[in-house]
């Protein structure tokens, strides 16, 4: 994907607030990229538009070579379905609604069949952890849970570009580092990953970090070195079969 | 997303709201089982109704001798003797498509004496074409037929007055021996009570007797003028087919041109009929109104509803939005919700309001009438109540902005 020289602007009342004063941005395919900024940088702007919510107020946006900025409202749903999948800050799940369901979801506006639904569902569940926990509701499930479901909700129309705005932001550090394992074997295996958050520790799961300040594009540096968060996971174990072995004595 | 899905996604997201979808439908429940229960009250009311105005004569006729006028002096109608039996048999067969029955009457006062009673009453010479021109049913006994007519038979059907007049409480009367004049006559029915007439007369204080008995033997005349004949028109709406056929026949029977005037007259209860017409109309309208209106009172029950849904279930919207669901695919859950609960709704009143009026038949009395297309086009309505209750709320959800939506708290 590719953003060349975008702005955009809304007007509150009388007042034009420019949230993006022209940036230009190539991620390619199998980039991890974490964007990080302050409140009021553009980073939800940025996140809002590459994630065809919303359209730019000037430049364009290629997504797979189609300009996404010319698009109607339903070609830009299309485009959501098929090549982005969302994870967000609060997991945005379908509340009393079981996790099957919440994954289903993406597939029932694109047509897909009621048993294909199921079965897919199922598979990407099972993919992040959850295989035993189909029928479970939102309300049964723990925060990370929850964001996992999200997850696999996200991927069910294989997707080429994942979104998360904020991820980890509900979460404990611990499911944070396992979130961003999920994240990093899914890059692995070749699916460009965009990754917004405003917390150093998870955006150097990344391989590349993008700053934002005011609306344009500070800083772009690659990772080095980069976090690989199953090691964390191997080193927080040990910490606390440390910490239970100290305990007994 | 197809039908079938979207029909999947309202029941269930009708079912998470059980209690909310419930209040929702209760506006159509109501509106079609009143609409069903008292439709079938009125349409019942109005078929004993006209079944009643029949039993009065609305499909009645009455040919009436003419006047005639003497050196520029007329004569009221009824002075002419120029009606008679043949007239009546010749209508009888020649007029089978509007005409059902044709009674010639002839009418005496007289006598009658039974035992140490006696009481004057009015005596009525017909055939048994009588009872059914005037739907009036005997309550015992038969009637006299063709032959008794032809032998001038010495037999009688008494009218209920005369019945209460002349004998006691209980004892038996049919096959006694009554005088009516000085003619012993023998009492082979008792016609069945029917009260007074509109007019205040007693309809029931009357004898009828073979129409030659009355002429040959009572009025002791061979003259074969009948006072009136009766004519009872195959229905109400073929009144006026009957008389125009009927005035054909006796013009041509009376040797009279076509443009020459009618020396009989013809009257109908027309009056009556359109009274009953207009009391129907009224019922009908009435019911349409009330139906309407309750309908639309449900109707804004869903919407409202539907309207406080859309706002609390913005976030979902905005999820749905995001993971690919285009603003037609949110207007068409939303208008099958609506449609779901007016139909159920609608299916629940229609269940209510059959039960309602089987039960008010039974439990008062009261003659109803289901009737299937009035059941249909109520579901139908309420249906389209639905759509059109649920068409704002469904177009405020699918326009909604997915960003605003999904920061909705």
């Known amino acids: 994907m590719e953003v060349k020289t975008i702005e955009k602007t809304y007007t509150m009342g009388d007042v034009e607030v420019r949230a993006l004063r022209g940036v230009s941005l190539a991620i390619h395919k199998g980039d991890f990229v974490a964007v990080m900024g302050a409140s009021g940088s553009g980073k939800s702007t940025f996140m809002n538009l590459v994630g065809c919510l919303d359209k730019p107020t000037k430049g364009n946006y290629f997504l797979g070579g189609t300009d996404v900025g010319r698009l109607s409202r339903d070609q830009l749903a299309r485009v959501r379905g098929q090549q982005i999948g969302f994870v967000f800050q609060g997991f945005n799940l379908l509340p009393r609604t079981s996790a099957v369901e919440n994954v289903e979801l993406p597939m029932l506006y694109q047509g897909v069949g009621g048993k294909e639904r199921q079965q897919r569902a199922a598979e990407a569940l099972a993919r992040v952890g959850l295989g035993d926990r189909l029928d479970h509701t939102p309300a049964q499930l723990s925060g990370g849970q929850q964001q996992r479901v999200a997850i696999a909700r996200a991927l069910v129309n294989r997707p080429t570009l994942l979104l998360a705005d904020e991820p980890t932001g509900n979460l404990d550090s611990r499911t944070s580092v396992e979130v961003m394992a999920i994240f990093q074997e899914l890059n692995d295996q070749g699916l460009t990953v965009l990754l917004v958050t405003h917390e150093p520790d998870i955006a150097e799961h990344a391989r590349r970090i993008v700053n934002f300040k005011d609306g344009v594009v500070l800083t772009d540096v690659q990772v080095s070195p980069r976090k690989v968060a199953l090691d964390e996971l191997k080193k927080l174990d040990e910490e606390e079969a440390d910490a239970a072995r100290k305990a007994a004595v | ?409």
Not at chain 2, 48 to 58: D, H, I, N, Y
Not at chain 2, 209 to 235: E, N, Y
């Open chain 2, 1 to 409: 997303m197809n039908l079938f899905a979207s029909l999947r996604t309202a029941l269930r997201a009708l079912r998470k709201n059980k209690l909310r979808s419930l209040l929702a439908m209760l506006g159509i429940v109501i509106a079609v089982g009143a609409v069903v229960a008292t439709v079938s009250i009125g349409q019942g009311a109005q078929a004993k109704v006209a079944q009643q105005m029949e039993s009065l004569g609305t499909n009645l006729l009455m040919v009436l001798p003419g006047s005639i006028s003497t050196h520029g002096v007329a004569t009221g109608s009824g002075a002419t003797q120029n009606l008679t039996r043949d007239d009546a048999t010749a209508i009888e067969r020649e007029l089978t498509g509007s005409v059902a029955a044709v009674a010639p009457i002839s009418r005496t006062g007289a006598q009658v004496v039974y035992g140490d009673q006696n009481w004057y009453t009015q005596v009525q010479g017909s055939t048994a074409a009588f009872l059914t021109v005037r739907s009036w049913p005997l309550e015992q006994g038969e009637a006299f037929g063709r032959e008794e007519d032809a032998s001038a038979a010495k037999v009688c059907i008494l009218g209920k007055t005369v019945v209460d007049k002349l004998f006691v409480p209980g004892a038996p009367v049919i096959g006694e021996q009554i005088r009516v004049k000085h003619v012993p006559c023998k009492v082979i029915a008792i016609l069945s009570a029917k009260g007074q007439s509109s007019f205040g007369q007693d309809q029931d204080d009357l004898i009828l007797v073979p129409w030659s008995t009355l002429t040959r033997r009572l009025i002791g005349t061979q003259s074969d003028a009948v006072g009136q004949l009766m004519i009872a028109a195959r229905s109400p709406s073929q009144v006026d087919d009957a008389e125009r056929d009927v005035t054909a026949l006796l013009k041509q029977r009376h040797h009279l041109g076509d443009q020459a005037d009618p020396d009989f007259q013809i009257r109908n209860l027309a009056e009556m009929q359109d009274a009953m017409k207009q009391s129907t109309q009224t019922i009908a309208t009435l019911l349409a109104s009330v139906a309407l209106i309750s309908l639309i009172v449900g109707g804004i029950g869903i919407a409202n509803v539907m309207l406080v849904s859309v706002t609390e279930r913005t976030r979902e919207i905005g999820i749905r939005m995001a993971v690919g669901g285009r603003s037609r695919d949110i207007l068409v859950q939303f208008l099958t919700e609506a449609v779901v609960l007016a139909s159920v709704g609608g299916a629940i009143g229609l269940v209510i309001g059959v039960i309602t009026s089987k039960w008010m038949a039974t439990r008062f009395d009261w003659p109803t009438l289901l009737s299937a297309p009035v059941m249909v086009g109520t579901m139908l309505l309420a249906g389209l109540a639905g759509v059109v209750a649920g068409f704002y709320p469904a177009l405020r959800a699918s326009r909604l902005d997915p960003i605003d939506a999904l920061r909705f708290e």
